[in-house]
């Protein structure tokens, strides 16, 4: 096991969409294993090492989302860094802390305006790690609503 990245996108994005986005970005699409409920792309990215993404529907604070995972290095954070550039979303750099990053995206709904609603209709507890984390990276205070 070791540290994986994960960024958290809009659902209305599909498999087809992303990878069509991450050739827009530059990267070669190398392969496509589709399984039950969740599907792994191979993104050749210009090294010996490929990234193996892992893409799946997912629920994050009561919001369906399309979860995007791969072992954390260089290359991985550029391409997710890409992909959020583009469709917003939330970056974890290393699932080992619960730091996320916010990208707001030119071509999508407010993504602070989504988080904020959740949080505000109680979808995400205090207690909820995650919840904790999201609330901090929107800057928003526990007992302010």
């Not at 990215?45 to 989302?65: F, K, M, P, S």
């Not at 991985?76 to 707001?104: H, M, P, R, W, Y």
Request: charged share 30%; proline share 1%; hydrophobic share 35%.
């Amino acid at each position: 096991m070791g540290i994986d990245s994960r960024l958290a996108i809009n659902s209305k994005y599909d498999l087809r969409q992303i990878k069509l986005l991450i050739e827009g970005l530059g990267y070669k699409i190398k392969k496509t294993d589709l399984l039950d409920d969740h599907s792994f792309v191979t993104v050749d990215v210009g090294t010996e090492n490929a990234v193996w993404l892992y893409v799946a529907r997912t629920t994050l604070g009561g919001i369906d989302v399309n979860y995007l995972s791969a072992r954390s290095n260089d290359n991985t954070l550029k391409l997710l860094k890409g992909i959020a550039s583009v469709t917003g979303g939330l970056l974890n750099e290393a699932d080992c802390d619960s730091n996320f990053e916010e990208f707001q995206s030119p071509h999508d709904g407010n993504v602070r305006f989504i988080l904020e609603h959740t949080i505000l209709r109680d979808a995400i507890k205090d207690s909820d790690k995650i919840g904790d984390a999201v609330s901090e990276a929107i800057g928003y205070e526990k007992g302010k609503k």
